[in-house]
């Protein structure tokens, strides 16, 4: 998608639908006016009105677009706006769309183009006979702005934004025959043309380290686990203690031994969401150039049943030196975590760690399928994951982690044993990866909820991967940790 931004002076392009964003109860001029009053378009938040075409406006096509009301249209729904703008006219055949917001100052027009951005992410290229007329036919969004130069130049960490996303949002799509664990460690590679470090530590070397716990998930499989270790040095003062994130890359989770049922298993290709918003980060940090040092690992595996796959009841030795006994070999993303983890403060020391994980289908009992669930144990960093989650538009809720269920996780023969009792289950697996964790502020985001949307009423995030996690933690590390 091409963006521009242009004055409202500005003729429109050739074959342009033009988007007209109207706050709730404003008064609509000219024809397009009685075509609101004779269809019940109010300018409520979410409508649209199509109007082909339109008496009196330079374009093919004119779209009122609801805004809700003045008091509530913030950055976030100029945003919305703008996608829902977009998808009223994607397959329309027209090639342009302009959008006219009510408020245009460059950070309303940059959010606007943002949405569109967002909004406009497809995964097609497996399609080889999807119909032209199905297609989206805009290639390109001008954005009406008070001033076009301050636009242009506020949009390059926005545009760097979308681009993370949508790269996070390809690793989440991709089948799991295409992107394996060597597969993703490669891709994340070659994102060192954009000045980010990447290390790839295969088996050997992870056996050397002592990550009986990781390896032992992906005993089973035939593709190599990987552990990807990403940095970006940023700050003034390159060598100053980094920030750091931790991703669960699950390319394939059958439950191994304790084998998934098989409806909707196939989801289970989406369970490297964790991986896959740690690398989106990183993307956007060097896209932009944050002023920030910071770093972020990935643990990726494959989990599957095999006659040389771990069995319930193994017990394996985590990098950190504790024992696991493994109850349930479905229960891996918490093994890959510990030794993730501990990998990661035992190296680096950082300030803090998060890890993004498809942790728990009991998450989404919890918390339903917008809400991702965080689990910390430090009131500073919950504080500011959560103040980055409102204003990116990423509902986080924070979870308990009440001391007394901890000895769920005892093992009769082991430090620990990797499951509990059903009931809180999202808790348990939280206090399990907290015991790879010593002494430093950490959060736990479990993502099984919101990495993949069906149907979705928000605009800007298509059907299938959402890239959640890439924007909240973007903003934090932007708002918090720079300068
Ligand atoms: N990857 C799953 C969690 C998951 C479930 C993500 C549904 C997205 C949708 C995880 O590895 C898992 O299997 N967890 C088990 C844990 C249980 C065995 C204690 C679960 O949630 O059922
Ligand atoms: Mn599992
Ligand atoms: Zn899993």
Not at 13 to 23: C, N, Q
Not at 168 to 197: M, Q, T
Not at 344 to 370: E, H, Y
Not at 464 to 474: E, H, K, M
Request: charged share 20%; with cysteine; glycine share 10%.
């Amino acid at each position: 998608m091409e963006i521009e931004f242009v004055a409202q002076a500005a003729a429109s392009p050739e074959k342009a639908a033009l988007a007209r964003v109207v706050l709730e109860g404003a008064e609509i001029a000219g024809p397009a006016g009685q075509a609101a009053a004779a269809s019940r378009f109010t300018g409520a938040k979410g409508q649209t009105l199509d109007i082909p075409a339109p008496q009196g406006v330079d374009a093919a096509r004119l779209v009122l677009v609801g805004a809700g009301k003045a008091e509530g249209f913030d950055l976030l729904g100029a945003e919305h706006a703008a996608a829902n703008a977009y998808h009223a006219v994607k397959t329309s055949g027209l090639e342009a769309l302009r959008i006219e917001l009510p408020t245009a100052d460059a950070d309303f027009a940059t959010r606007a183009a943002l949405g569109v951005r967002l909004a406009a992410y497809r995964f097609d290229k497996y399609r080889t006979k999807e119909p032209a007329e199905k297609k989206p036919s805009i290639v390109k969004t001008q954005v009406v702005a008070d001033s076009p130069d301050a636009a242009l130049a506020a949009f390059p960490p926005l545009a760097a934004l979308a681009d993370a996303v949508s790269f996070s949002r390809d690793l989440v799509s991709e089948p799991a025959n295409i992107l394996y664990p060597v597969e993703f460690a490669r891709r994340v590679k070659a994102l060192e043309s954009l000045g980010l470090e990447v290390e790839i530590l295969g088996e050997p070397e992870m056996a050397k380290l002592g990550m009986g716990s990781l390896l032992g998930v992906g005993q089973g499989s035939v593709r190599e686990s990987q552990l990807v270790v990403i940095r970006w040095n940023g700050a003034a003062d390159a060598a100053a203690q980094p920030i750091a994130f931790v991703g669960k890359g699950v390319c394939f989770d059958t439950g191994g031994i304790s084998i998934k049922a098989a409806e909707g298993m196939e989801d289970m290709k989406w369970d490297m969401g964790g991986a896959a918003a740690v690398a989106g980060l990183m993307h956007v940090l060097a896209g932009r150039k944050a002023k920030a040092n910071v770093v972020g690992i990935l643990g990726l595996v494959e989990n599957m049943p095999d006659g040389n796959a771990q069995r319930p009841g193994d017990v394996v030795t985590s990098m950190s030196g504790q024992t696991i006994e493994v109850i349930n070999t479905d229960a891996e993303g918490r093994l890959v975590l510990a030794d993730a983890l501990w990998y990661c403060q035992d190296r680096f020391k950082p300030k803090f760690m998060v890890d993004l994980a498809t942790l728990t289908g009991a998450i989404i009992i919890s918390l339903g399928l917008d809400y991702a669930g965080l689990f910390s144990n430090n009131d500073e960093l919950s504080t500011n994951l959560l103040a980055a989650s409102a204003t990116e538009g990423e509902p986080l809720w924070r979870m308990p982690m009440p001391s007394q269920y901890d000895k769920n996780i005892d093992s009769m023969i082991a430090d620990m044993k990797n499951t509990g009792p059903r009931p809180g289950g999202s808790i348990t697996a939280a206090l399990f990866i907290q015991r790879f964790v010593n002494n430093l502020p950490w959060a736990h985001l479990d993502i099984a909820s919101t990495a993949w949307k069906k149907p979705s009423a928000v605009p800007t995030i298509p059907e299938g991967a959402t890239g959640y996690g890439v924007r909240l933690l973007n903003r934090m590390v932007a708002e918090k940790y720079e300068g």
